[in-house]
């Protein structure tokens, strides 16, 4: 984004000075990168200097308040990503409640992460799936879900265990990475 708009800047300004015959020493831009919509976006009206020693500080000038939008620009999506406005966003890096466990999906992870138990023997084959109670996802590079799973045990008594599962859906990778007895009233 930052060198876009310096490279629509510079455009912007050396065709001004090319239309007042003075050319700023700016460095070459490759136009095709730059979509021509792009060029007459941002409205600049500025006049080239009437002394040439004057073109680095415009220059400089020009870069500094470029860079002072691009910065300004990132701030507040940053911080609204790491849920600093109070957002429902998720926290890179922390928890957040899973808002509706009754998604398809997150069913399907938890009967997933209970198959995946037994099949590591982590749990007693006579167990099985019921539903996810609650959980939290935490985005990584991937998400991982940590899933209440109410399970009925060989005598049909309702037992809770915590799942935590690793997931990348752009990789079709999913991976069981604990699975035990979760503390009752989840």
């Not at 999906?105 to 138990?117: D, K, N, P, V």
Request: charge should be positive; glycine fraction near 10%.
């Amino acid at each position: 984004m930052f060198t876009l708009f310096n490279a629509v800047l510079a455009n912007r300004l050396r065709r001004q000075a090319k239309a007042s015959h003075r050319l700023l020493d700016l460095p070459a831009i490759n136009h095709t990168q730059v979509p021509s919509l792009l060029l007459d976006a941002i409205p600049i009206h500025l006049e080239p200097p009437p002394d040439p020693a004057m073109a680095r500080p415009l220059r400089l000038l020009v870069l500094l308040v470029a860079f002072a939008a691009a910065a300004a620009s990132s701030v507040v999506p940053a911080r609204a990503a790491l849920g600093g406005d109070g957002g429902p966003g998720l926290l890179g890096g922390g928890w957040r409640a899973i808002s509706d466990v009754s998604d398809p999906h997150i069913q399907e992870l938890g009967g997933w992460a209970l198959g995946q138990a037994k099949q590591q023997r982590l749990c007693g084959q006579g167990l099985t799936f019921r539903r996810v109670v609650s959980g939290q996802q935490q985005v990584v590079a991937g998400m991982n879900y940590r899933l209440y799973v109410d399970a009925a045990d060989a005598r049909g008594r309702s037992a809770p265990y915590e799942a935590l599962v690793f997931e990348q859906v752009w990789t079709n990778t999913r991976e069981l990475t604990s699975f035990k007895l979760a503390p009752r009233g989840h």
